[in-house]
């Protein structure tokens, strides 16, 4: 065989591992695709079991805290006889949902809705304040030098260890000598200051504001205040919802506090106001319709404030993100 034959079947047995090595690559380009387009692998390192238990260990939560929930809305559509001879669980042949809530509205020329507007302004105004001071306060320990600097924070965070309980007494004492007892101010001022609040804001504003993005705005001329209002707060807002999430849920079911400070029946919070009505069961038991209808009532600005702002702790992520 000469040498010219020779080459000429080595360089087709070259262009034929060309083309087959090319049309492997073709065929995998699509399967890379479809493997990329289908998201990435979650699935490494669990095992079915692990996924069986968590997945149970997660329905028993969440059983934990629906089922009182439920149990409170088929309780509020019954009638007294019906709420204790029936089925707990279960809907009664009579459904008294909305006379019942009627009843709840229009009791003591509308006293309820006195009390849920009283909790608006405690948990509201309370939660709304407590935030921006939490976020000032922790923005500046987090973000500014100073001495004593962690001897501040130290003494919030031994802050955060004190039961509100524990305080409730020597406030009253207080409040009384300042004349400020059995008024809106009495519960309102404790509701203001968030030591948990402010020391999530502080770990919040280590991790996610940077340095260089408050430098380049006091290049541009911006004060520090403005830096605080239009850089610090929108880096926050995961942490400022948690924060007053906290604060409006706590406030909203504070019974002792309101309890120690208040004799006025018109400045009930709605929880108090609850327990006010309870507490007359004994003697009227048409009390247990106006008590069901009300906690019902009662738990749905909680629900809606929940819906309305869990989208921003998917919106704040990726603010304050630098390049």
């Known amino acids: 065989m000469s040498l010219s034959t020779k080459g000429a079947e080595h360089a087709t047995e070259t262009e034929s591992i060309v083309t087959a090595q090319g049309r492997g ?193 006091r290049l541009d001329g911006a004060s520090e205040l403005r830096i605080f209002h239009t850089l610090g707060l929108r880096i926050l807002t995961p942490a400022l919802v948690t924060v007053f999430l906290f604060q409006l849920v706590g406030i909203w079911n504070n019974y002792f506090l309101p309890l120690v400070m208040l004799s006025d029946v018109d400045k009930f919070p709605v929880t108090l106001g609850l327990n006010n009505w309870l507490s007359q069961t004994d003697r009227l038991p048409e009390f247990y319709q106006l008590t069901t209808g009300g906690v019902l009532l009662s738990i749905i600005p909680l629900v809606i404030a929940m819906v309305v702002l869990q989208r921003f702790w998917r919106g704040g992520l990726t603010e304050g993100s630098v390049k």
């Open 25 to 217: 690559r073709g065929a995998e380009k699509p399967a890379r695709r479809r493997a990329r387009s289908a998201g990435p692998d979650r699935t490494a390192g669990r095992s079915k079991a692990s996924t069986i238990i968590v997945t149970a260990v997660l329905v028993v939560v969440a059983l934990y805290f629906l089922v009182p929930v439920y149990w409170v809305v088929v309780a509020a559509t019954k009638t007294t006889p019906d709420l204790f001879g029936t089925f707990g669980f279960w809907f009664a042949p009579t459904f008294s949902l909305w006379d019942n809530l009627g009843q709840v509205l229009t009791y003591g020329d509308g006293i309820f809705v006195r009390w849920v507007l009283n909790s608006v302004l405690y948990a509201g105004v309370g939660a709304l304040i407590a935030t921006y001071f939490a976020a000032a306060g922790g923005y500046a320990l987090a973000k500014y030098e100073f001495r004593g600097r962690n001897v501040v924070f130290g003494t919030i965070l031994g802050g955060v260890l004190v039961p509100g309980t524990a305080t409730a007494l020597p406030l009253f004492l207080l409040f009384s000598q300042m004349g400020i007892a059995n008024s809106y101010w009495s519960v309102l001022l404790p509701s203001l200051v968030s030591p948990f609040g402010l020391f999530l804001c502080r770990i919040y504003a280590q991790a996610t504001v940077d340095t260089s993005l408050m430098e380049a705005a």
